[in-house]
């Protein structure tokens, strides 16, 4: 007789182990054709010089292209990273204040199904669509200037204006991603028990009050989540501002590390620069999420 987990009982397992690899292998296969070997690919760039037509054209240059990403006079600090950095912070600021209100309002009436679905409409809408549509808006005679207009305020060219594009695109990416920050705060906000709001209406706290003290304590976890995947997008972002703007103009006043690397890979051929600037974005949006992570936990922990 075979003992208490000896080869009777591992030949079974094993079986299940081979079978959950099996039903497994196309994820995984998919997995490596379309991200691990790119993946290695784009490092392997990273450390080379090649214009992207002949693979025997690479040509090694060690670490040059990361020392040439922060040399003297390079752009990818100023304005590259910085409008990046400024876009993202933005959008989460945006995003998650407006998220936070309209998600509080949602869940204190009636039909709150239809409010979630108008307000995700957005989200599945396509980037370039919703990009053509605010990019009318802001035309001196779309939309927003006519309600400056009516506000008896001159005309403004918002996407012609170095010192407003950024801020026109960023309120564009906000208002966007808000319908998926308001799902997942609304599903917060369900989960939290309605003891504690009944207590604080006994004791008489005020609505304020309850608001600060109760729910969004104990919607921490779920505004960090929203916080963390909006930043990341926010670094990420790409597509709306090449609609929007075009180039990432006027000058370099939108212009963001995602579109840089695409014009240095696409426009003038340097394929190296390109994926070396994508690995330190990477390296900075993991820095980030992870201190964003650190200092939430913290609060948390202190709370």
Not at 79 to 99: D, M, R, W
Not at 129 to 141: F, L, S, T
Not at 170 to 177: E, G, K, L, N, P
């Amino acid at each position: 007789m075979a003992a208490p987990g000896g080869p009777a009982r591992t030949r079974p397992r094993s079986r299940q182990t081979a079978v959950a690899y099996l039903f497994l292998t196309p994820a995984l296969l998919f997995f490596a054709l379309f991200l691990l070997l790119p993946l290695l690919f784009a490092l392997l760039l990273a450390q080379s010089r090649w214009a992207g037509f002949d693979l025997a054209d690479i040509e090694p240059v060690g670490l040059a292209n990361f020392t040439g990403l922060f040399a003297h006079g390079a752009t990818f600090l100023t304005p590259v990273l910085t409008n990046t950095f400024l876009y993202a912070l933005g959008t989460v600021i945006l995003a998650t204040a407006g998220a936070v209100v309209v998600a509080t309002c949602i869940d204190n009436l009636r039909c709150q199904g239809l409010w979630r679905t108008l307000y995700f409409l957005p989200v599945v809408t396509t980037v370039v669509a919703v990009g053509n549509v605010w990019k009318y808006m802001y035309e001196p005679g779309g939309l927003v200037n006519g309600v400056l207009n009516a506000l008896g305020l001159g005309s403004v060219a918002l996407l012609q204006n170095p010192g407003t594009a950024l801020p026109s695109v960023v309120v564009v990416q906000a208002w966007a991603s808000l319908g998926t920050a308001i799902l997942i705060l609304t599903a917060g906000l369900k989960a939290i028990p309605e003891s504690y709001y009944e207590a604080a209406e006994l004791d008489g706290a005020r609505p304020f009050t309850v608001f600060r003290r109760i729910t969004l304590p104990l919607l921490r976890p779920s505004l960090v989540f929203v916080s963390i995947t909006q930043f990341i997008a926010g670094l990420q972002s790409f597509a709306l501002i090449i609609v929007m703007t075009g180039d990432g103009g006027p000058g370099d006043a939108t212009d963001v590390a995602a579109l840089e690397m695409y014009r240095q890979a696409f426009t003038y051929g340097d394929w190296g620069g390109a994926s070396a600037a994508a690995f330190a974005l990477f390296v900075l949006i993991l820095a980030i999420t992870l201190v964003q992570l650190w200092l939430f936990r913290r609060k948390g922990s202190e709370a």
